[in-house]
């Protein structure tokens, strides 16, 4: 009983610091590119298109942003659309490539943000559903 009492007051005693340190964290999160996208890309030769359909989630730092995103939504689902659109297949095929597209389609969100906003609020993109076919 003394030893269960000792640790109610010790976690007693530790709570004010897990509180503090929770509200210095930003608050995360995501939001979907809905409907997924699914668009052309060409392919070897330009008789053949292939397609990619990709599920897009976009993380931001605040609660708050969410609105603010959700605003501008059109605007983002055309920008990842067109990106995708001019990639070539092999880059649309293979790892690194689809890291390289992921990092293309942060860099143009995070810019029309910024212009939009005067913020770039989105903090990242995850790539939750990737399928390609040529």
Known sequence: ??????????????????????????????????????TN???PSATKL??????IEIMVSDVDQLE??????PLLRA??????????EEK?????GREDIRRAVLAALQDHMLQETGAKVIKDIIFT??????
């Open 92 to 96: 649309v095929k293979s790892l690194t």
């Open 79 to 88: 920008t990842a659309i067109e990106i995708f659109g001019r990639q070539p």
């Open 1 to 38: 009983m003394k030893q269960f009492l000792r640790l109610i007051v010790l976690l007693g005693m530790l709570a004010p610091f897990s509180n503090a340190s929770a509200q210095d964290q930003p608050s995360y999160a995501y939001i979907g590119i809905e409907p997924e996208i699914v």
């Open 68 to 73: 603010l995103v959700e605003h501008h939504m």
């Open 41 to 43: 890309y060409l392919g």
């Open 129 to 134: 559903k990737y399928l390609h076919q040529k």
């Open 50 to 55: 292939g397609y990619v359909r990709v599920m």
